[in-house]
């Protein structure tokens, strides 16, 4: 291949500060096809788009679009010389208080040498070519708030298109549609293939991946670690590539003792925990760490919130310590001892303005308070413990939670909920943002506590997963789709289910 | 985004020395300092500044509009906003005057509705606003008006007093009731014969009680968690809406609670008064950020704010400046103290 790519990238890199992101990244698109990008969180996918439409400018590194250098100053430089981006949040690829047709030639309202004046009529009859022109079938005159989620994407692909791009570039668009909305999107990514626009498709979806994609492309640590465009293209060893390319070598270095469950505590049958979803079941037993795996956007924190009563599952029972477990809110799961590490610990874990001890005691407030006055002294005790427990680094109990380093802000998130007994300690991303050490300290420190309940992580790294569990459990598609002991585990069964081949693969254990 | 994570999490944050800085020490000081220093200007270049009657005025003065910014405190806590805190204290006023001069009840009962008032407008206020959806600032807002406007219509626009004449041409005979009159007019003794009026001691016991109250009850806490995170608050097991209602509560009831001194002092239900409540008490509130460097709502700084406020007004009445440039000091003092508080502490405003 290469002569006929269209857009070529060749030795890329870029450093935010101390950061190395990019380390020289190479990559082609080709007309007519659609490049599949993955990577897990932090690969540097997100940094690439942007040094690709003209967001951040790259340290050094090629950009080549047919035979011109492309180095966009800007997003709008970009989009007038051919490469056009739909970025994962969809509101921001269209104006909600505008119709349709206003959003569709957006960009011709704007720009030198435009009237003062826009004639309605043309604005219609040119959104009108635009949309006969991509089949979009929708009524141009409706409000775009008033839209669902998916025709608000297609309205943003259909805009982006009305440039008539030779590269777009689409991250993430699936992450907020639901299947059938997909597929109507799936048409549309098919009649611009067909247009012969070099589509670089970024997603975690299999379904996504294997409905579209012509090639792969695994980026991993900022470096392309692998490439796949043979047909039939090996899903699992894309998946490989982006996730597992050590783990090999970690298998012999960090294994565990797997344990077993002692006593039931927690079950799950049949649950459904989204519209449309598979029915999962799952049986947790004191003294065992389980994780849960897949990729990013499987329904990991959804079933992990479900759990915690955040969410009510749409079918299904739930049973806690041989009782019937229905938590109606947070307070709930709390009171039956059922604790949620959540994930993104500066959206749903920390209160910045409060200082340590203040957010270890917040769920438990009423434990450290008598006629409704906390206990300070009490509250401070407890921080102290934790403190020494976990080796948070601080000056004392009333720093602010905003002078801690990430690591220790994570470990202060995980300490709240230790200073109580658990019966059930679920973790979603535990080890986000953490760095190697301040893991290795809440990973040891969550096997030491699991005797007396069920402890259930949430990872999408396999590495921590098998660093950490004596049982993986792995998701795809909102349901539970393998699982496995931590003890000598068949890597390719593993990765096959998270690449989603379940409906191939035995299932048993 | 995710990149951004993984690069604040490897750079361990700076951690501050152990001693404040000057710059620490003036965010913590300033404003306090900067309070005693406009009261050693005021009582040497004026004469009785200092006296035991000149402070009991400067807190009587500020007495009302001090309760109703403590009450608009708890919202602040919460992360909202009540603009119906005026509007409640007239509609009360205006609700004490009626009960007693037109329906004839005791004090006891003027009293017990003005509460309710404020409570069931308060409520109203936190359900429009969690369950309706509709931003805290435009609630309050449309309540404003139409308190405004109701506390109009009872008696065709007049104001309430003894003898007044009703839409339908009979005389209001009921009287202010001594007992009610009191509340605005009484003055206890403190080491001076009636020095303090009851006024005053309210607003004393309700910074107490609130302060108290935010500061070290689990309630005010999660009060100020909701306000600071919602969803951590969510997540710890908070009835997140629960107390975002009950901060309008707080805020409505305490409205009333001014109004009711505003009626005790007037003797009158007077249509035209109280314009200033809602800005005097709203400032007070927002000053109160600035004092001790706290950067977020609090009982102490509020009554601080209004202090300051009090202060200031009186001294530069004392030195014979004009009345009508109060607004501009007023308003000057409260956009210098949120510059303080924004610009100076910018890494924790909200």
Known sequence: MGDDAVFRIAGLTKAFGPNAVLRGVALDLCAGEVTVLMGANGAGKSTLVKIMSGVHRADRGAMMLGDKPFSPASPAEAMRAGVVTVHQNINDGVVGALDVASNLVLDRLNGAGRGLFFNPRRVRREAREVADRMGLGIDLGAEVTNLPLADRQMVAIARAMAHEPQVMILDEPTSSLSSNEAERLFALIDRLRARGVAILYISHRMSDIRRLADRIVSLRDGAIAGKFEDKPLDYEGAVNAMLGQNLAQNLGRHSIDARDAAEPVFSASDIRIAPGARPLSLALGAGEVVAVTGLVGVGKTRLAETLFGIHRPVAGTMTLDGRSYAPRNAADAIGRGVFLVAKDRASTGIVPEFNIYENMSLPFLPRFSRLGVASRRVERQTARDQIGDLKIVCRSERDDLATLSGGNQQKVTVARWLTQPSRLLILDEPFQGVDIAARHDIAAKLREGAGGRATLLFLTELDEALETADRILVMSENTVVGEHRNADVDMDRLLADVAGRHHETARSV | ?350
């Not at chain 2, 009302?64 to 909202?80: P, Y």
Request: charged share 10%; aromatic share 10%; hydrophobic share 55%.
């Open chain 2, 1 to 350: 985004m995710d990149s951004r994570m993984a690069e604040k999490s490897s750079v361990e944050a700076p951690r501050p020395s152990p001693r404040l800085s000057a710059r620490e020490v003036a965010i913590r000081y300033g404003f306090l300092t900067l309070l005693f220093g406009l009261i050693v200007f005021f009582s040497l270049a004026t004469r009785g500044f200092t006296s035991p009657q000149a402070a009991v005025f400067i807190l009587q003065s500020v007495s009302i509009t001090g309760i109703l910014a403590l009450g608009v405190t708890a919202t602040l806590v919460v992360g909202g906003f009540d603009l119906s805190i005026g509007s409640i204290a007239t509609s009360s006023m205006m609700a004490a005057a009626y009960v007693m001069v037109v329906l004839e009840q005791n004090a006891l009962v003027a009293v017990l509705v003005c509460l309710a008032i404020g409570a069931l407008v308060g409520l109203i206020n936190g359900l429009i606003i969690c369950y309706m959806r509709v931003p805290d600032l435009l609630a309050t807002l449309g309540m404003m008006f139409l308190l405004i406007g109701l506390q109009r219509i009872p008696t065709e626009g007049r104001s309430i007093a003894t003898g007044m004449t009703m839409p339908d041409g009979s005389t209001a005979e009921g009287t202010f009731s001594p007992a009610f009159l009191a509340l605005g007019r009484h003055r206890f003794d403190l080491v001076i014969d009636n020095l303090v009026p009851a006024s005053v001691v309210v607003l004393i016991v309700l910074a107490i009680v609130i302060w108290f109250f935010l500061e070290y009850t689990r309630f005010g806490r999660m009060m100020y968690a909701v306000g600071s995170n919602e969803r951590a608050a969510e997540f710890a097991g908070a009835p997140v809406r629960a107390y975002r209602i009950w901060a309008y509560v707080i805020s409505g009831v305490f409205a009333a609670i001014g109004g009711i001194l505003l009626a005790a002092r007037l003797g009158r239900g007077d249509i035209a008064s109280g314009n200033n409540l809602l800005l005097d008490a709203v400032a007070a509130a927002l000053i109160g950020f600035a004092v001790l460097g706290a950067a977020k709502p609090n009982a102490f700084g509020t009554a601080i704010g209004a202090l300051f406020v009090g202060v200031l007004l009186q001294g530069l009445t004392m030195m014979n400046v004009p009345y009508y440039t109060q607004d501009f000091v007023k308003g000057a003092v409260l956009v210098i103290a949120l510059i303080f508080t924004f610009a100076l502490l910018g890494r924790r405003a909200r």
